[in-house]
């Protein structure tokens, strides 16, 4: 059980109505993790994905000599969605930014979301959506960003 009411404050979840916040509220737990708590770490199983509720957590990726921080991600946004779909392992380290209160949805109950309410799950698909475009947007940001460095490099 959570209480996910405040997703109604975002633009993105505008589509939500009181019986998909019910729904969710029902399946969903809730989860508080301290400033610097490792959350979940890079090439692990998923068996959830989250929503944060408050504060910020920040995405790392890994090498054996290097821990880089891909992006930092606030109140109302998801992670963890990605192994959730695809099966695959935990593609980041995902670290509290601060001290943060989150809803966890399990892989188990997103398919009972699937299965028995399926309005609500579409809903949740759709604001998964949106979250990816815009990450894919800041990807080609940032990777345009950095061919143009690069080429400006080779012609000096
Ligand atoms: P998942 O692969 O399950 O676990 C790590 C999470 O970090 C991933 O899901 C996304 O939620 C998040 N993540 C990974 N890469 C990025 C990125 N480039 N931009 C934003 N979030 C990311």
């Given at each position: 059980?959570?209480?996910?009411?405040?997703?109604?404050?975002?633009?993105?979840?505008?589509?939500?109505?009181?019986?998909?916040?019910?729904?969710?509220?029902?399946?969903?737990?809730?989860?508080?993790?301290?400033?610097?708590?490792?959350?979940f770490k890079e090439g692990?199983p998923g068996d959830a994905?989250?929503?944060?509720?408050?504060?910020?957590?920040?995405?790392?990726?890994?090498?054996?000599?290097?821990?880089?921080?891909?992006?930092?991600?606030?109140?109302?946004?998801?992670?963890?969605?990605?192994?959730?779909?695809?099966?695959?392992?935990?593609?980041?380290?995902?670290?509290?930014?601060?001290?943060?209160?989150?809803?966890?949805?399990?892989?188990?109950?997103?398919?009972?979301?699937?299965?028995?309410?399926?309005?609500?799950?579409?809903?949740?698909?759709?604001?998964?959506?949106?979250?990816?475009?815009?990450?894919?947007?800041?990807?080609?940001?940032?990777?345009?960003?950095?061919?143009?460095?690069?080429?400006?490099?080779?012609?000096?």
């Open positions: 059980m959570a209480d996910v009411y405040f997703l109604l404050e975002y633009p993105i979840y505008r589509d939500f109505e009181p019986e998909d916040i019910d729904i969710l509220s029902k399946i969903c737990e809730e989860l508080k993790f301290k400033k610097n708590e490792i959350i692990t994905l989250f929503i944060i509720k408050k504060g910020i957590i920040k995405v790392y990726k890994e090498t054996k000599t290097r821990k880089k921080l891909i992006t930092i991600l606030s109140a109302g946004e998801f992670f963890g969605e990605m192994a959730l779909i695809d099966g695959s392992p935990r593609s980041a380290t995902v670290v509290a930014g601060e001290n943060v209160e989150v809803v966890k949805l399990s892989t188990e109950n997103f398919n009972k979301l699937k299965s028995d309410y399926t309005k609500t799950a579409l809903k949740v698909y759709g604001a998964l959506l949106k979250f990816m475009s815009y990450r894919i947007r800041r990807t080609t940001k940032k990777a345009a960003s950095l061919l143009k460095g690069r080429k400006k490099r080779r012609k000096k």
